[in-house]
């Protein structure tokens, strides 16, 4: 998977990009298929945004989360990207099924 991490108003320490390589990773369990992910980190006055863009072979997720801490923003915006691309194959599913 290519992963791209855009930083805005800010420098993303490595342990922070390693933090969020490793929890993209994690997606490729759900679609075997991710090909490229973008993730954009910005600091607002009082939260840290996260927007996350999966290429995957079929298909596209996209979420934006805020929260006050990066960590936390990027297990939860992940965890959107989970909940669509399970949406995705359930439809697939229930479609073959027909």
Do not use: G, W
């Not at 420098?11 to 490229?36: A, G, Q």
């Not at 863009?53 to 006050?68: A, E, G, H, L, P």
Request: hydrophobic share 40%.
């Amino acid at each position: 998977m290519n992963i791209e991490i855009t930083a805005r108003k800010f420098t993303p320490s490595s342990d922070l990009k390693s933090f969020i390589n490793d929890k993209l990773l994690y997606l490729l369990k759900f679609d075997s298929n991710i090909d490229f992910a973008k993730v954009v980190l910005l600091k607002e006055s009082r939260a840290e945004k996260v927007e996350l863009i999966i290429s995957s072979k079929n298909n596209r997720y996209v979420t934006k989360c805020y929260s006050s801490v990066f960590e936390k923003t990027v297990v939860n915006a992940i965890d959107n990207i989970k909940v669509q691309i399970r949406k995705k194959t359930a439809n697939k599913k229930s479609h073959h099924l027909k």
